[in-house]
Structure formats: C-alpha cells, structure tokens
C-alpha cells in the first residue's frame, strides 16, 4: 500500500496547485518528501486522467464546425452562462468565484511534471535509462500542456509582438510561493522548445502505451510549434522526422467494412502519436452548415462522424458531430493529442506554402485514398500553390471536425489574408460577430484568478 499512499498524498498536494497563489497558501507544507523510488515517479507518470487530459469544450463550442441553429440547443444553453458566453465570443466567460476548471487541469498537472522534473533522477530503486525515460516524458508532458495553455489564454504567436503579447505563467518548479505574472507568448514558446528539445534524447522510439510520448511524438510536437510560429521550413524538417518513424494512416474503409460500422481505439489506432482527449464535451455539437457541404455525403468521415440530430440529447433538427467514443467506449473522447495524420498535414501544407503544389497535392491524395471508397474517390488537383494549400486547409478541416482543433485553425490562419474571415452566428435573438484576429480568440481568465493574484492582468 505505500505506493499507493504516496500517489494519493502527492495528488491531495497537487489538487491545490491550480496556479492560483492564494489557493497555494493553503497548502499545508509537509516539512518531508514523500516521494522517494522510481517507481513511484512512473506511478505518478501514469496516471491516465492527468497525462491524456488536453483542453475542454470551449475550442469546439467556439469554433466554426459549430452553430447551434437549433431552437432546442439554443434552449438547452441558455442557462449556461460558461457555454453561452464561449458560444457567442462574449466575455467575462467565468464571473464571480467561477472557476475555470480547464485552467487548473492543466495547472494541476504542470505541478505533476515539475516535481517528477525536480526529483526523478536522485530517486532510488530505479535504473538509468528508467529515470531518464520519466524525465523526458515529464518534459514532453510540460512541453504540450504549456503550448495548450498559450493557445488557449494568449494571442496567436505573431513575430512581430509575441516579446509582449502576454501568455500564462510559467512555472518550472513545484514551489508552494510563486510570482504569477504571465509570460509572453514568446516566452513560452522558447520554454516549449526547449523542453522538446531536452526531451528527445531522453525518450525511447517506442512506448507500450501511446499516452506516453516517444521520439516521434517529439516531432511531431516540434512540427505543431513551428507551424503556429510560421517557421514553415523547420515545421517541414520535423514532420518528415516525424514521419521517417511512423507514418502508418489509418484506412477509413476498414471502418465501414460490413453492415456495422466501428472505429478503432486511439489505443489500437497506428495514427496516434501521443493520445490526448477533450476534458469535456458538449453533448449535442450541432454542425455548421459549412462543414457539411465541405465534407460532402461520399466521405467516409462523414458516414463515421455525422449523424442526424435525433441521435443526441437534446435531440434537435439538423445534424451533428458523433464522436469516435460512440464506437469505442466513453474514454475514447476525440483524438487531439499528436498524431500521424495531423503531420501528414503539416508536411502537405508546408509543401503548398513552399511553391511545391504537386508535392503538396500528391500527399492529400494519398491520405484522402483512406477516406473514400474506391468508387467514389477521385484525385485532387491544383494549378497553383495557392489552390494546394486552400486544398490542405479544407482537408485539415474535414480531417480533424469536431474535435476543437478547428479553433487553433482558425487563429493562426487569420494571419493570412487568404484564410481570414470574419464568423457570424446568431444566439437567442442577437446577432454575434468573431473578426479576424479579435480578442474574441483568446479566452479570458477566470475572475477569480485575477481577483486573487493581482500581478496576473486580464485578457481584453
């Protein structure tokens, strides 16, 4: 039972550590460390909730693979004042002594990270290569939950005013008593590359679980920063480092094969790199009228991922996005962690944005051959690398729909003019409008959070 103590004793500590000082304080301070063998920095390090955990609900109720035309939908929310708010762009989205649970999720589990960072390698009972497999795990760990959080509480990374455009804190010790002022963007970022990059000598090529991260996920980690820094030359280098390790696509037809459809586990699917879930997710995500005319009745994605609104609760008139739990159980939330076919992507774009269109296009149709029966297949084409890479972005879209990631789409591609477009949805009779590049793309604090640290500033 000790170890089991021990875990529960670190995660009561943990709980408390939302990165909030005034919640910090009322830690009590042991006087003692309760963590001593290897094997219990794995135990903490295996702790499916925290490692799998990525955002909630708010990138996909906020994004435009959504809109809750539905009067029935519209009712359902109209109590919520979280889901309305983050529905229509309006802010404070957490008034009063509302907490943002996402927030001190993934703060909960940055204390995780920096205590196995701080002590994993003076532990006992434990060989070299183990300890040093639990510290780049850590610092991989660290390394996406801090790119999560920029994405979430500050601006897209922009050159030319990420040094201070402000983020969210960086902490990098399990400390009871921290200064909260919020990094920049900037600063973040370079935290997250140099976790990646302390990481990657560390960390195994395989893993016998896909929640812990190995080399490729690594890069496709890099790739994923670099893309949203607009370095597209190194975004390129990592995916196909990414991809020189795994690359395997998973068949759509093997999903629709037969009279009963299914959808492999992310735990069985080759395609994850580094599994990661929504916290939460709304249970009746209406989609948009847009993504469905993109998508079209042939995809497969479509008869996988697309059901008529009479399959959720609230039922309602339209259609909406039915999740690949719905095949393989309640834990196998979308997959929004790192994967083989969001580099693919990457690659292709990447391409596209490099003047090489039949490159760029070549790659879109070998992963769209896994997502059509043959009968109904055909090859994109392009003329020029602008028509490639308007093709990688819609195949993104219809790729990764209903999975939030459409959000962080939309942010980065607002800087180009080619992508940037103004959103308009209408909620209980007002009209509500998302413009290029607004602050309406970056959630605010939680008041309380402010309220309780003052060095922290609020998002416009």
């Not at 299914?262 to 847009?290: C, E, H, T, W």
Request: hydrophobic content about 40%; overall charge neutral.
């Amino acid at each position: 039972m000790r170890h089991y103590t021990i875990v529960i004793v670190f995660l009561l500590l943990g709980a408390g550590m939302v990165s909030c000082r005034k919640y910090v304080e009322e830690v009590p301070i042991q006087g003692q460390r309760v963590l001593v063998y290897t094997e219990d920095y794995r135990a903490l390090m295996n702790n499916r909730d925290q490692q799998e955990s990525a955002f909630g609900s708010a990138p996909l109720v906020s994004c435009d693979d959504v809109e809750f035309r539905a009067p029935e939908i519209q009712d359902n929310i109209k109590g919520n004042t979280v889901q309305t708010a983050t529905y229509t762009w309006r802010k404070p989205v957490y008034t009063d002594l509302m907490q943002d649970n996402d927030w001190n999720s993934l703060y909960a589990g940055m204390y995780t990270y920096n205590v196995v960072i701080d002590g994993v390698m003076d532990s006992k009972g434990g060989d070299q290569l183990l300890k040093q497999t639990i510290l780049a795990e850590a610092l991989m760990q660290r390394a996406f939950t801090y790119f999560n959080l920029a994405n979430l509480y500050g601006k897209q990374y922009d050159a030319a005013t990420a040094e201070t455009d402000p983020a969210v804190p960086v902490l990098l010790k399990a400390a009871l008593f921290v200064d909260l002022k919020r990094a920049t963007v900037k600063q973040v970022y370079e935290q997250v590359l140099k976790d990646i990059t302390a990481a990657i000598p560390m960390l195994p090529l395989k893993q016998d679980i896909n929640f812990r991260p190995n080399k490729a996920s690594a890069y496709a980690l890099l790739a994923k920063v670099y893309l949203n820094m607009r370095d597209f030359t190194n975004a390129a280098a990592f995916a196909d480092s990414t991809l020189a390790l795994s690359s395997t696509l998973y068949d759509y037809n093997l999903a629709v094969a037969g009279s009963t459809y299914f959808f492999p586990s992310q735990f069985n699917d080759k395609q994850i790199l580094l599994r990661k879930v929504p916290r939460g997710m709304y249970s009746a995500p209406q989609l948009s009228q847009a993504i469905l005319d993109l998508l079209g009745t042939k995809d497969l994605r479509y008869q996988l991922f697309v059901k008529t609104g009479t399959s959720f609760y609230p039922s309602f008139t339209g259609f909406g996005f039915w999740s690949r739990e719905k095949y393989s159980g309640a834990p196998d939330k979308p997959a929004v962690g790192l994967s083989v076919n969001e580099t693919w992507l990457i690659k292709a774009e990447c391409l596209a944005r490099a003047g090489k269109t039949d490159e760029a296009v070549g790659m879109l149709n070998t992963l769209r051959k896994f997502r059509f029966l043959a009968a109904d297949y055909a090859d994109l084409t392009a003329a020029t690398a602008a028509e490639a890479l308007q093709l990688v972005v819609e195949e993104r879209r219809r790729e990764f729909f209903g999975t939030g990631l459409r959000w962080f789409d939309q942010r980065r591609l607002n800087k180009d003019p080619q992508f940037a477009k103004t959103v308009t949805r209408s909620f209980n009779g007002n009209t509500y409008t998302l413009a290029p590049n607004s602050s309406g793309y970056v959630f605010p604090l939680a008041n309380i959070l402010i309220t309780q640290n003052p060095e922290m500033e609020q998002n416009p």
